[in-house]
T-cell receptor, first 115, second 110 residues
Framework: DAGVIQSPRHEVTEMGQEVTLRCKPI?????LFWYRQTMMRGLELLIY????????DSGMPEDRFSAKMPNASFSTLKIQPSEPRDSAVYFC?????????????FGPGTRLTVT | SQQGEEDPQALSIQEGENATMNCSYK?????LQWYRQNSGRGLVHLIL?????REKHSGRLRVTLDTSKKSSSLLITASRAADTASYFC??????????FGTGTRLTIIP
């Protein structure tokens, strides 16, 4: 199994530009999570999906952030327009709701730098 | 806000010694998990303990949970250089969401 795949691994962009982060969950997993990690705020849950449906987006910082999951094997997190304070590592994680261990499987992350 | 607070924030020990990290949380939980994060990598699940359990073992890992004190501890015995990483506790309420703590940065000195 390839694990959770995220792209790109690194993204450097200028303030005001649109940024799109991509995630492919583990095949068969039906829940997908987007997290943001910074030194100041630690690891924060932004949004999660179950069976491709957004369940809780209360962690999305503001309207500049949006996430979609058009099918079971793909999700995007978009920031438009980006700001320097969005600089962070963004992780995608997935799990199967049939798994009683509650374990989440994390991707390698996308390091975003907004200048 | 973060649910879990880890203590200490950073810990350095000699290889072969035991490492203990603590986690405190604020609200009722269904389960508590510990994850490891190596530098520049994603988090990896280590062990889960349910709210009706008090202690759990997995290899060199021992986790305890005291729901009356809303606290947990992770003990790594006979530490190795490869254990150098950040360790996070995460609390779950029985739904999908996990709330992660602030993490303990563990350094094993060879």
């Amino acid at each position: 199994d390839a694990g959770v795949i995220q792209s790109p691994r690194h993204e450097v962009t200028e303030m005001g530009q649109e940024v799109t982060l991509r995630c492919k969950p583990i095949s068969g997993h039906n829940s997908l999570f987007w997290y943001r990690q910074t030194m100041m705020r630690g690891l924060e849950l932004l949004i999660y999906f179950n069976n491709n449906v957004p369940i809780d987006d209360s962690g999305m910082p503001e309207d500049r952030f949006s996430a979609k999951m058009p099918n079971a094997s793909f999700s995007t997190l978009k920031i438009q327009p980006s700001e320097p304070r969005d600089s962070a590592v963004y992780f995608c994680a997935s799990r199967s709701t049939g798994d009683s261990s509650y374990e989440q499987y994390f991707g390698p992350g996308t390091r975003l730098t907004v200048t | 806000s973060q649910q879990g607070e880890e203590d200490p924030q950073a810990l350095s020990i000699q290889e072969g010694e035991n490492a203990t990290m603590n986690c405190s949380y604020k609200t009722s939980i269904n389960n508590l998990q510990w994850y490891r994060q190596n530098s520049g990598r994603g988090l990896v699940h280590l062990i889960l303990i349910r709210s009706n359990e008090r202690e759990k073992h997995s290899g060199r890992l021992r986790v305890t949970l005291d729901t009356s004190k809303k606290s947990s501890s992770l003990l790594i015995t006979a530490s190795r250089a490869a254990d150098t990483a950040s360790y996070f506790c995460a609390t779950g309420a029985g739904n999908e969401k996990l709330t992660f703590g602030t993490g303990t940065r563990l350094t094993i000195i060879p």
